[in-house]
């Protein structure tokens, strides 16, 4: 089992940044895949991006491609998201998840372990 905690969400003005982090404890001892989604009221959770276990992949959804950056540090157990440019419409709850399984992947469904979530709002 791997717990996952997010921090890090808030309140923000159009253009300013945030950085999200995410806090893997229990089943740490494995290469696991890390990615953020996020879902706002009303919509599907969506993928933002994807890291892989090295930290030598990424993918990012085209919608914050240039914007947010992802990363890890294996030896703190944690994986970061950094967000400029924010715009109101990334306003959502964000989550960050874990995958045992594979490399790196964007499908939600591929991923095992999910934390609670964290808002972010973005005011116009």
């Known amino acids: 089992q791997v717990q996952l905690v997010e921090s890090g969400g808030g309140l923000v003005q159009t253009g300013g940044s945030l950085r999200l982090s995410c806090a893997a404890s229990?089943?740490?001892?494995?290469?696991?895949?890390m990615g953020w989604f996020r879902q706002a009221p009303g919509k599907e959770r969506e993928f933002v991006a994807a890291?892989?276990?090295?930290?030598?992949?990424?993918y990012y959804a085209l919608s914050v491609k240039g914007r947010f950056t992802i990363s890890r540090d294996n030896a703190k157990n944690t994986v970061y998201l950094q967000m400029n440019s924010l715009k109101p419409e990334d306003t959502a709850v964000y989550y960050c998840?874990?995958?045992?399984?594979?490399?790196?992947?964007?499908?939600?469904?591929?991923?095992?372990?999910w934390g609670q979530g964290t808002q972010v709002t973005v005011s116009s």
């Open positions: 998840a874990a995958d045992t399984l594979v490399l790196i992947t964007t499908k939600r469904d591929e991923y095992d372990y």
């Open positions: 890291i892989s276990w090295s930290g030598e992949s990424t």
């Open positions: 229990g089943r740490t001892d494995s290469n696991y895949a």
